[in-house]
């Protein structure tokens, strides 16, 4: 697909066609990479976005039990100080 580069005030750029945007999902913002002549554009997002609907749905299927012994000894009357 071919996108004119247009003026935009002082600068240049494309309009990039909503059903691109859409199957990208991009919405609000991106993050551009410059590799040799390319320029890669791909969707902003937070650090840990979504995790938290993640971790619900991982509790509602049983999938959030420890993986490995957190090394915690449940008997704490062996700690004196």
């Not at 979504?50 to 619900?56: C, D, S, T, Y």
């Not at 993986?67 to 008997?75: H, L, M, S, V």
Request: with cysteine.
């Amino acid at each position: 697909m071919i996108l004119p580069v247009v003026r935009i005030g002082n600068s240049r750029g494309i309009r990039i066609p909503k059903a691109i945007l859409e199957q990208c999902r991009i919405t609000d913002s991106v993050n551009a990479e410059i590799d040799r002549e390319k320029i890669m554009l791909t969707p902003h997002r937070a650090p840990r976005e979504g995790w938290a609907e993640q971790m619900k749905k991982m509790h509602e299927r049983g999938d959030d039990e420890l993986c490995i012994d957190d090394g915690i000894d449940a008997d704490f009357e062996q700690w004196q100080w």
